[in-house]
């Protein structure tokens, strides 16, 4: 069944088209949401949202990109929604400096690569982290991060550029020692 | 230039690692869905007939950039006369053309710092999604068309277009029922970003108000 076909099932309120679509897109907005978010029950919550949102917009979709690519752009806005969200309750309880970054438990001070990449995606600016967790991790092409995200294929080449040299450089002396 | 090679792909290996994801809880979230979509039901508000309330603003501001995509196209748009020795003006035509393309860039950015102002400022007396999405698409598209165009070669001029169209792509996405604080976060993502003031930074003063000279 094509999108086109499952669209119109969902739309006359076939429940077991409502079922196929969300088992046909399911693992990869989880699995992109959970890069983004890092917390199982954020995670979730924010995939319920998104497929909450697809299915009460399904009519408004226009064919114009892939039901996958327009399920994921509305999962990103849920995703980064939600964490902005987040980070502005924690900027008002606890000064910035104080404030561990979003998406993460305690972590230990440990001369680690991973650690230390760990920290640095987290403290890249928005736009750059979603692009290089999209491209770097999760395989998404740059047309399918500029139809997500509604920019062109070249901004997204740009933002994985600028995000890889902010890390490079956040991990400078690490690639010294 | 190996060396950054080598870290990119230590980088790539290690990213993997990064929040990784367990399995799909398929179920869970399938029973959480059919409760939420019980539960939430779209409004039956008359929303898309009232008069919105702020229309005066965005309508401006989206007349504002239907001006500056006619005055885009006026500009890069040959128009031969009769009268202009074409031969001799043929040497100057790519000068025109650049300077042109940087007017059009100029008016453009303050079409944007325009529209970003009034939205920010919509967005804290109630702003209208429906008319901000309808202006940013159409400042997306002009965004768009100055970055394919010999003025996106300025690498100052890319990086504050491409970021740019973040923000417009973000707006221009909003969804046209009205959800409480989108706009605020949309807002303040912006403000994180800089954009704003990058703009107020490029763009001269008065340069909004000379679109009727195109």
Redesign the interface.
Known sequence: MNDRELIGRVLAGDPSAE?AM??AH??RV??LV?????D?DR??DY???A???A???LK?FRGEAALSTWIC?IAV?VT??GL??IR?AREREIALDDAPPI?TGAQEAEPD??VR??RA?DDL???YRTV??MH??EGYTHEEIGAT????P??SK??LSRA?AK??TA?ADF?RK | MH??DE??E???R??????K??G???E???E??QR??QV?R?PQSGRVLAFPRRWVPWAAAAAAVLAVGIGIGRLTVPHPSPSAPVVANAPEAPRKRESAYGLATVQHLGQAEAFLTLFRASVRGGGDERLASATAREL?GNN?LL?DSPAGRDRKT??LL??L??VL??I??L???PRS??LE?IR??ME??GVLSRLRTVVPAGATSRQGAL
Do not use: C
């Not at chain 1, 995200?149 to 062109?152: P, Q, Y």
């Not at chain 2, 290690?14 to 929040?19: N, T, V």
């Open positions: 079922r969300y088992d399911v693992d989880f699995r959970f890069r983004m978010a890092g199982l995670a979730q995939t319920q949202e497929f909450i949102r299915f009460q917009r408004e752009s806005s980064l929604n902005r969200k502005r998406g690569l991973k990449l760990s995606i600016p928005e736009g290089f967790l770097d991790v995200l509604g920019v062109r070249g901004t740009a933002q890889r890390l490079r991990l690639v | 060396d950054d870290l990119d230590n980088m790539k290690a990213a993997a690692e990064y929040h994801p367990p799909t809880p398929r869970n979230m399938w959480a869905i939420g979509r939430k779209p997306l768009r970055l890319r990086v491409e970021d169209e973040l792509a973000e221009a996405q969804s046209p029922e604080g989108d976060l303040e993502g994180r970003g």
